[in-house]
């Protein structure tokens, strides 16, 4: 059974920092992709930020050039470093993995993230 924890939400004034991380049970190779969801009330949950396990990063236009996505293999961990934060970027984050032949989706259950002075 996969396990995706994800760790590191909060409340944060506008302007600041976070960094998400999700810690996987097992070698995080064995996935295709790993990325970063999101979902606030009320809307669809969108992709943020998504990393192949060639290290190929990918971002929704609204976050490029503010936050970051990386792997450490040797820990099994993905992070998300968010800099510069918006109300709008209020959300519950969700980590994701994709494995390796795109038939099955793991997901963590959710870290809250608040941006509000």
């Known amino acids: 059974q996969v396990q995706l924890v994800e760790s590191g939400g909060g409340l944060v004034q506008p302007g600041g920092s976070l960094r998400l991380s999700c810690a996987a049970s097992?070698?995080?190779?064995?996935?295709?992709?790993m990325g970063w969801y999101r979902q606030a009330p009320g809307k669809q949950r969108e992709l943020v930020a998504s990393?192949?396990?060639?290290?190929?990063?990918n971002y929704v236009d609204s976050v490029k050039g503010r936050f970051t996505i990386s792997r450490d293999n040797a820990k099994n961990t993905v992070y998300l470093q968010m800099n510069s934060l918006k109300p709008e970027d209020t959300a519950v984050y969700y980590c994701n993995a994709q494995s390796q032949d795109l038939s099955i989706n793991y997901w963590g259950q959710g870290t809250q993230v608040t941006v509000s002075s």
């Open positions: 097992g070698s995080i190779f064995r996935f295709y992709t």
């Open positions: 990393i192949t396990n060639s290290g190929m990063p």
